[in-house]
């Protein structure tokens, strides 16, 4: 399975402050997404970060909100903008290996408080 | 589109029993059944999965049984260790170019 880390591991923001989330995989993957895990709660999807493309955003997430790169196959940054405390969560980083693999693998995620 | 449920939402059993989570899904067009762990502090850890061609999968304490007629699948722990306290996520997909979707998770305790 690939290496995933992502960077900040957990930070404190100012609400009306943004933040950039790195994630870096060890091997070149074709698919890479981002979730989103409240406290205490399950995994939503936010958008799969496509390479030389747009993100495709989930239903209730936007790209002025999350705006998503992915220069290449083993990068990808998240942004949280204009943050609120209800951003306040866990920010995962999520990849699989091509476009036929079944498995999915998760970084150790970022957990991000907005006061 | 896909609805996973999942039960129990706590469970705790004491060290050596055998614990069973199950879940249960909406689309039967759903082809892969993964199941996550997530410690304290981590991120999701893939421990098992089963496809739909596949009724019944094992790795060592852990096995994953799914019936397709009923639309559901479980996740079966048994000799379970205190290291097996953890959250348990399962998940559904269509295949390879679909989304996962998550169930709601069990918080797994196991007391000595």
């Known amino acids: 399975s690939a290496v995933i880390s992502q960077k900040p591991s957990r930070d404190i923001c100012q609400r009306g402050t943004s933040l950039t989330i790195q994630c870096q995989v060890d091997s070149q993957v074709t698919m890479m997404f981002w979730y989103r895990q409240q406290p205490g709660q399950s995994l939503t999807l936010i958008a799969t970060?496509?390479?030389?493309?747009?993100?495709?955003?989930e239903s209730g997430f936007v790209i002025d909100k999350f705006p998503i790169s992915r220069p290449n196959l083993t990068f990808s940054t998240l942004t949280v903008s204009n943050m609120s405390p209800e951003d306040s969560s866990i920010y995962l980083c999520?990849?699989?290996?091509?476009?036929?693999?079944?498995?999915?693998?998760f970084g150790p995620g970022t957990r991000l408080t907005v006061t | 589109g896909e609805n996973v449920e999942q039960h129990p939402s706590t469970l705790s059993v004491q060290e050596g029993d055998s614990a069973v989570i199950k879940c249960t899904y909406s689309?039967?067009?759903?082809?892969?059944f993964p199941w996550y762990k997530q410690e304290l502090g981590k991120g999701p850890q893939l421990i098992i999965d089963i496809r739909s061609n596949v009724g019944e999968k094992k790795d060592q304490r852990i096995a994953v049984t799914l019936n397709k007629t009923a639309k559901h699948f479980s996740l079966h722990i048994t000799e379970t260790q205190p290291e097996d306290s953890a959250v348990y996520f399962c998940a559904a997909s269509r295949g390879t170019a679909s989304k996962l979707t998550f169930g709601t998770g069990t918080r797994l305790q196991v007391t000595l």
């Open positions: 970060a496509n390479q030389g493309s747009e993100a495709t955003y």
């Open positions: 999520s990849v699989r290996g091509t476009s036929r693999s079944y498995e999915q693998y």
């Open positions: 689309d039967s067009a759903s082809n892969y």
